[in-house]
């Protein structure tokens, strides 16, 4: 079964600062996909970045950077002088890769980290 | 395009009655999968349709949750009986199943609150 665990709860900044927020999965397969999603306020999940596992380069747009280390099973996203704009809930999440799989497509969330950014 | 569509985005109901909750996927998208994201307990798989079927529903929580798919597009999930531990948010997602290197695209969701 796959699992993925986001320890961070709540994280509260001051704007400007960086913030790291961190995820760790586990699973057996050898092919999976990660996620990280932002949920605002409004509610609605935005897709921020997917990292297939053959892929550990990082990646870095904007503000935004990953860091994907297959031998610590961590997916971690961090955030370059954060911004009130950025207070919102992100989930981390995993996808095995199997093609035509009965659970094909189906995403393992972690609990998701409270981001708050305060002026 | 037409993002995914969820309806109706807030239900409130009384203990005991029946909801239906209708997700519109975006066009031409085959796999089709509900969520559910409550207090306490993150975002939590139902069920999964590919086509008109259901490979995998093991994520319903109990036989008063049901889901159908008509037409290879439309989706009702249907609460039987509804408790106050089904409040949640409910979220629909689909994708295409034509390459293996895409992010699920999610709706709105619709705010369940039963009272």
């Known amino acids: 079964a796959q699992k993925v665990t986001q320890a961070q709860t709540e994280i509260s900044v001051v704007e400007k600062e960086d913030v790291t927020l961190d995820c760790v999965y586990e699973?057996?397969?050898?092919?999976?996909?990660l996620f990280w999603y932002k949920q605002p306020p409004s509610g609605e999940l935005v897709f921020l970045i997917r990292?297939?596992?053959?892929?550990?380069q990082n990646e870095i747009s904007g503000r935004y950077s990953w860091n994907f280390q297959k031998s610590t099973s961590s997916f971690n996203f961090t955030i370059t002088a954060s911004q009130v704009v950025d207070s919102a809930v992100y989930f981390c999440?995993?996808?095995?890769?199997?093609?035509?799989?009965?659970?094909?497509?189906?995403?393992?969330f972690g609990q998701g980290t409270i981001l708050t950014v305060h002026p | 395009g037409a993002g995914v569509s969820q309806s109706p985005s807030n239900k409130v109901t009384e203990k005991g009655k029946d909801v239906e909750l209708r997700c519109d996927p975006i066009?031409?998208?085959?796999?089709l999968y509900w969520y559910r994201q409550s207090l306490g307990q993150g975002l939590e798989f139902l069920i999964y349709?590919?086509?008109?079927?259901?490979?995998?529903k093991s994520g319903l929580p109990s036989d008063r949750f049901s889901a159908e798919r008509t037409g290879g597009s439309v989706s009702t999930l249907t609460i039987q009986r509804t408790q106050q531990e089904d409040s949640a948010v409910y979220l629909c997602?689909?994708?295409?199943?034509?390459?293996?290197?895409?992010?699920?695209?999610f709706g709105p969701g619709t705010r369940l609150t039963v009272t």
């Open positions: 999440a995993l996808r095995l890769g199997h093609a035509g799989g009965t659970s094909y497509g189906k995403l393992t």
């Open positions: 699973t057996r397969d050898t092919t999976y996909y």
């Open positions: 990292r297939n596992s053959f892929d550990e």
């Open positions: 066009s031409g998208h085959t796999a």
């Open positions: 349709f590919q086509g008109n079927s259901a490979p995998d």
């Open positions: 997602a689909s994708l295409p199943m034509t390459s293996g290197d895409y992010e699920q695209y």
